[in-house]
């Protein structure tokens, strides 16, 4: 395995612990919010479900990064990073620098060709 795949192997963990962390307290600024605010509040329920969304999608591409047996890696993780990405609507700027770093990374040759060799591109 590359160290760019290595390094976004980490990346998804850390990411994933992150979003479920900002899926916790945007679901509960939400209901909080909701509270007291008579339901306004609550049209920010979309934010928990971005983080909670990247959250599956991380371990997805985790789990995908981990064994290397499955086909659809790269689109996966290449979906996963993009979910990363989506999550600067929440504030979660350290999945946002993940995602960017992971495409960036899996844009090169030497790791489509790895996956390639693998069978699993």
Same mark, same amino acid.
């Given at each position: 395995m590359t160290n760019d795949l290595q390094t976004a192997r980490t990346f998804f963990l850390v990411s994933a612990i992150i979003n479920i962390l900002g899926f916790l307290g945007w679901g509960t600024s939400t209901i909080i919010g909701g509270v007291f605010t008579c339901g306004i509040g609550c049209l920010m329920g979309f934010l928990p479900i971005i983080n909670i969304a990247s959250s599956i999608m991380d371990f997805i591409a985790y789990g995908k990064l981990?064994?290397?047996?499955?086909? &659809? *890696?790269? &689109? *996966? #993780? $290449? *979906? @996963? @990073?993009?979910? $990363?990405? #989506?999550t600067i609507l929440t504030g979660n700027v350290v999945s946002f620098i993940f995602g960017i770093i992971i495409l960036t990374n899996l844009s090169k040759e030497e790791n489509r060709n790895f996956l390639k060799e693998k069978d699993i591109f």
């Open positions: 981990n064994s290397l047996n499955q086909k &659809g *890696t790269y &689109g *996966t #993780v $290449q *979906t @996963a @990073a993009i979910f $990363q990405i #989506v």
